[in-house]
């Protein structure tokens, strides 16, 4: 086996590493090769390439310590061990059912070649899609505690690039627009970051399994050269840890186009398999709520004259869910402690005393009665020490009552949450750091205990982690709906395009679609054609949907209802037809046990029309497609409720033309016959 050892000195260096080529791992099949090598400094560095042409440059590995030296200079490349890995495993729901995990493993032990002698294992797997990279620190001496200042991880981009991305470190955690610019206009950026190549190419830098340490930014020191950046902790630390621990992967996703990175399933390759056993109790769902009239303010959260959470509101909803085929309620406002300054009271909540309209037990009973189920609700306020004080008491109470879901939510204006740090005191914090990452992993393993599923609002950002715990459901952690609201702006016309390529790259997105009522307190309403809601049940994946409307915009409009009620939301397959970063794209995807597919395509403020080849459907195989289209006169400016539906007979030798509108979309249903 090859070795080859980097010095500071050339004296230290052996003449037989001198001549020997950098250590390098290629893709399976053979298209993407990293190689490690070293700078002038001695510092360990990577590159990856692609059909021999440069994608990152040679890049810098390494950490800034706290109260001992740096592990970046006087590092040698040692003991290079290769294996090879392939399986397919199964999702018990998801965007598709079959997983191939397929990569060459490249493992290395980074050595000091002085004192004080520290080593650490570097191992990179690279897939036909990417690649990941983690740090791995064994117990040794002298760093039993490894407290880390910064992660010198680097990501230099090889040639001109287009940058998707939002900035990092801002008090509205994951809700901004996302910027377009040149790569040397980066700022400080979140990941998942989306890049475009000069020859079409696409990547996605992100990371997995981020447990137990601090989210990973990314700021860009000089021209193309972006140096991770890890979310701030308590006191000078970002991360600490006892040995033996791994840092999260670092990922770096490859496409030749840019729905490529959309099927791409790097991100839960590189997770752990489910601990969790039997998760059947893990239900896919569609669900309406006591929510979007309380964005409109039609309704309060807090208790008074315009409460929304009262039982005759919420069996009014039960009742709906039960006639129409959802399976979930939402209820929120149901719990003590939204009266007043919620945004900054986290403390006032309880989250196992309801207000005295709400009866949970008997809405509960009464659901269950029905073939429904209630959502929970625990809104934190990013007070996470207070929820932590009562969240064990909350899941049991909504495991007695059968409630096997809960919307959590860290709402705070103040962008940081509460928590109670290892010396016992307070402290406020980012929601990307090291206490937040424990934070969510704690509810959602102490939810998995009863059985609960937890969708978070302002989460952690998604590294994957629903392989390993598959009751992490779903999250928000980007614009949702509410932006189109309340919000100024709300969203742009652009915007789901735009999620499509970015922020859905980490996962599942709870964005709650499907609003017919346009006219809301945004100075643009929803900004898209109806056509296009419908469109956004299949394009945004997410394995729990909210109708999120008022009821009664439904019920006044069964003919596009029709398609809300009859799309899934667990996928056997899904494949991208066509689509550009903020622009448009066009998915299919099966359902999961049968036989029929959907599809949706969604446009940005442009009008388009889009090809879509059917050759996805069983060849020799009759399908109606029921087709909810922009009508002639459709815009997302004036004419939003301009829908056709119709029928037609269809088989995988056609091609559809899809007209949007601008700001428009197209849903279909294709029912095997
Ligand atoms: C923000 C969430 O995204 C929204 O869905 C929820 O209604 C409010 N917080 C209140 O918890
Ligand atoms: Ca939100």
């Known amino acids: 086996m090859l070795i080859r050892l980097f010095a500071l000195t050339v004296l ?10 950098p250590v390098r791992v290629s893709s399976p099949d053979g298209r993407i090769v990293v190689e490690l090598d070293s700078d002038p400094d001695g510092r360990p560095t990577y590159a990856v390439q692609r059909d021999g042409k440069p994608l990152l440059a040679p890049s810098r590995l390494g950490f800034l310590l706290v109260d001992t030296p740096k592990l970046d200079r006087a590092i040698a490349v040692t003991a290079p061990r290769t294996r090879s890995f392939d399986e397919t495993w199964e999702q018990p729901w998801g965007e598709r059912r079959r997983i191939r995990n397929h990569y060459n493993e490249l493992r290395v032990t980074l050595a000091e070649n002085a004192k004080p002698r520290r080593h650490l294992d570097l191992v990179f797997r690279v897939y036909d899609d990417g690649l990941g990279f983690r740090y791995e620190f064994p117990r040794q001496e002298g760093l039993p505690t490894v407290r880390i200042r ?14 998707w991305w939002i900035p990092a470190g801002e008090w509205n955690r994951e809700e901004y627009l ?43 020191v000089e021209g193309r050269r972006l140096k991770a950046s890890l979310t701030p902790g308590i006191d000078g630390a970002k991360v600490t840890r006892e040995a033996p621990f791994n840092t999260p992967w670092r990922t770096v996703q490859i ?9 791409s399933s790097l991100i839960l390759n590189l997770n752990e398999p489910n601990v969790l056993g039997d998760v059947s109790w893990v239900k896919p769902m569609k669900y309406v709520g006591v929510w979007w009239e309380m964005h409109l303010d039609t309704k309060t959260w807090a208790s008074g004259p315009r409460h929304g959470a009262t039982n005759e509101n919420v069996m009014k909803h039960i009742d709906f869910a039960a006639k129409n085929g959802f399976g979930g309620v939402l209820v929120e406002g149901w719990n003590v402690g939204w009266d007043g300054d919620w945004f900054g009271n986290g403390e006032d909540f309880s989250f196992t005393r309801s207000y005295p309209d709400f009866d949970l037990e008997k809405l509960s009973a009464y659901a269950k009665s029905k073939g429904v189920v209630l959502i929970g609700h625990h809104e934190t306020s990013a007070n996470a020490a207070h929820y932590e004080s009562q969240m064990g ?55 998995a205990r009863r059985h609960i599923a937890i969708n978070a609002h302002e989460p952690i ?149 889009l090809k879509a080849p059917l050759s996805f459907l069983d060849p020799g195989r009759r399908y109606t497609a029921q087709i909810y289209r922009d009508g002639p006169m459709a815009d997302w400016k004036d004419r939003r409720e301009d829908i056709v539906i119709e029928e037609r007979e269809v088989g995988s030798t056609d091609t559809l033309e899809l007209k949007l509108a601008p700001g428009g979309g197209q849903a279909i249903r294709f029912v095997a016959r």
């Open 461 to 609: 950002k998604d590294t994957g982690l629903r392989r390993t715990y598959p009751n992490w459901i779903s999250r928000e952690g980007a614009r949702g709906m509410e932006y189109n609201a309340w919000g100024n702006p709300g969203n742009p016309p652009e915007h789901e395009a735009m999620l499509v390529f970015t922020r859905l790259l980490a996962g599942p997105m709870d964005f709650t679609p499907g609003v017919f009522g346009m006219k809301t307190r945004a100075p643009d309403g929803v900004a898209t054609t109806w056509a296009k809601q419908l469109a956004l049940y299949v394009v945004i994946y997410s394995p729990i949907q909210m109708a999120a409307d008022l009821l009664e915009n439904y019920e006044a409009n069964p003919g596009p209802f029709q398609f809300i009620k009859d799309v899934p939301v667990d996928w056997e397959e899904t494949r991208v037809l066509n689509g550009e970063v903020g622009d448009y794209v066009t998915l299919v995807r099966k359902e999961r046990g049968g036989d029929n597919w959907y599809l949706g395509a969604i446009t940005d403020e442009e009008p388009r029309t």
């Open 255 to 263: 496409a030749d186009d840019a729905g490529g990175l959309v099927t």
């Open 178 to 220: 996302y910027h377009r610019t040149p790569v040397e206009a980066v700022g400080d950026a979140q990941t998942p970051i989306t890049f475009r190549l000069a020859d079409g190419t696409h990547l996605s830098i992100h990371e997995a399994a981020l447990v137990d340490y601090s989210g990973m930014n990314l700021t860009r």
């Open 393 to 447: 008491a909350a899941f049991d109470l909504y495991q007695r009552v059968g409630v096997p879901a809960v919307k959590t939510g860290y709402v705070s204006d103040a962008g940081q949450a509460k928590v109670i740090g290892a010396d016992g005191k307070v402290h406020y914090v980012w929601h990307e750091g090291q206490d937040l990452a424990r934070h969510h992993l704690k509810v959602v393993t102490e939810a």
């Open 12 to 21: 230290s260096l052996p003449l037989t590493a001198l001549a020997a080529p």
């Open 150 to 163: 910064e992660e010198l991880t680097e990501f230099t981009l090889a040639g001109d690039a287009t940058a």
